[in-house]
């Protein structure tokens, strides 16, 4: 079961990271050609904008949500090294807890937003602007899966054996 689990947390991952990249490219290109169109070819390229935000929007919260996984939030790293590890541990799974409620906040608003949406289109492309809100709620998911996964991971190392025997 956990190495179905560590195969499937892979996938996610690399799916992730790839559609970073995909959406960083986005965003640059359709900013770069934009500018070529207004300077250049004196055109307005509506479409442009519209896609280099819509990449922006999908970029940053599927980047919240890869940073989770790899735990590359906010933290005061000097404040906690000095302290005891059983306050480190109630520190961290304080700040999970606060994660992990962002996570269900996300996933419920998200939902929301995306229902409230679904028949409302935007004026240069004409697609459902219920796909900006998407992301939403997929972080959401992301975010309360991986908050999950670390603090029973953390719980684990701190209180009981992994597998094979080892502490």
Known sequence: MLKALSIL??????????????????????AF?????????????????EFARLAVVWCIYLGAGLGVRHGEHM???????????WLRYALKMITSL???????????YGIQHVRANAMDFTTSLGYC??????????T?????A??????????????GKKEGGAA
């Open 9 to 30: 947390d892979k996938i996610v991952e690399k799916i992730l990271y790839w559609f970073l990249v995909f959406s960083i490219v986005v965003m640059v290109g359709m």
């Open 75 to 85: 933290i005061v790293d000097a404040l906690i090294k000095v302290l005891p590890s």
């Open 33 to 49: 050609w934009q500018v070529i169109c207004r300077y250049f070819l004196t055109i307005s390229a509506n479409y442009a904008e």
């Open 129 to 138: 602007r219920n796909v900006f809100y998407l992301p939403a709620p997929i």
């Open 98 to 108: 606060c994660v992990l409620v962002l996570g269900v906040v996300l996933i419920i």
């Open 146 to 159: 991986y908050t999950i996964l670390d603090m029973v991971t953390e719980s684990i190392r701190i209180f």
């Open 140 to 144: 959401g998911v992301l975010i309360t």
